[in-house]
């Protein structure tokens, strides 16, 4: 089967599990798709841990404007295949949150070169992209606490207003923290290096009490 059968055959099974009142609930919270079937993530991952990696098609989904198989794509993409190149078109399509954090769980958090990744989504005045970034390298045993300190100073000053952010530091530095012994000594300065901003406020308030769980 060539990509558009593959695709119809996996649309197929999707809609049987299709449900109009989530839609339409995912709708009114600002969550917008071209369409949307309003099937769970759970059911997705279901669905497509039957199919096989192939990164062409992965990239073939994602085009759709469809939140079923836009979602399905961060699932069949190979990590191994994402590299610096294939940043841009993969940042396009970050259209809303949960897209942004399927990416991140399902494709993200598993390619090598996530800090090359933080280094350059994290700067961006887009906060689901940024966002992306932070979630992905929160996952990602490549990260390293260096990188991770400059991408959530990068990520706050260009973002200073975002609650999206302020969650992907909080996760991000939690993450390097329970690997890296030395970075509740870093916070201090890192917070110092970031302007005065809700964001900052918010990462404050939470890091306040999640890092005593570590």
């Known amino acids: 089967m060539d990509n558009t059968q593959r ?19 995912m ?3 600002g969550v917008n798709y071209g369409l949307n079937y ?6 997705l991952r279901e669905i497509v841990a039957q199919e096989s990696k192939d990164y062409d098609f992965a990239k073939y989904l994602y085009r ?21 190149h294939e940043f841009p078109f993969w940042s396009r399509g970050i259209t809303n949150a949960e897209l942004a954090e399927e990416l991140a769980f ?15 989504w994290t700067t961006e005045s887009n906060e689901l992209v940024a966002y992306a970034a932070l979630m992905a390298a929160s996952r ?3 990260t390293t606490s260096e990188v991770a300190f400059i991408a959530a100073e990068k990520s706050v ?14 996760a991000l530095i939690c993450h390097i923290a329970q ?3 030395s970075v509740p000594t870093g916070i201090p300065s890192l917070l110092d290096s970031m302007p005065d901003c809700p964001t900052k406020s918010r990462i404050v308030e939470e890091l306040d009490w999640r890092l005593n769980f570590l």
């Open 7 to 25: 695709m119809i055959a996996l649309l197929g099974r999707i809609r049987k599990q299709m449900n109009g009142a989530v839609a339409e609930s």
């Open 27 to 29: 709708g009114t919270h």
């Open 38 to 43: 309003g099937v769970s993530i759970a059911t």
């Open 64 to 84: 759709q404007q469809v939140r079923e198989l836009k979602l399905c794509a961060c699932h069949l993409a190979d990590p191994a295949k994402l590299d610096t």
């Open 106 to 120: 399902a494709l993200l958090s598993k390619i090598y070169d996530i800090n090359s990744l933080m280094g350059v």
């Open 140 to 142: 990602n045993a490549r």
């Open 157 to 170: 000053k260009a973002n200073p207003a975002s609650e999206y952010i302020a969650h992907g530091v909080v």
């Open 179 to 181: 690997n890296d012994k």
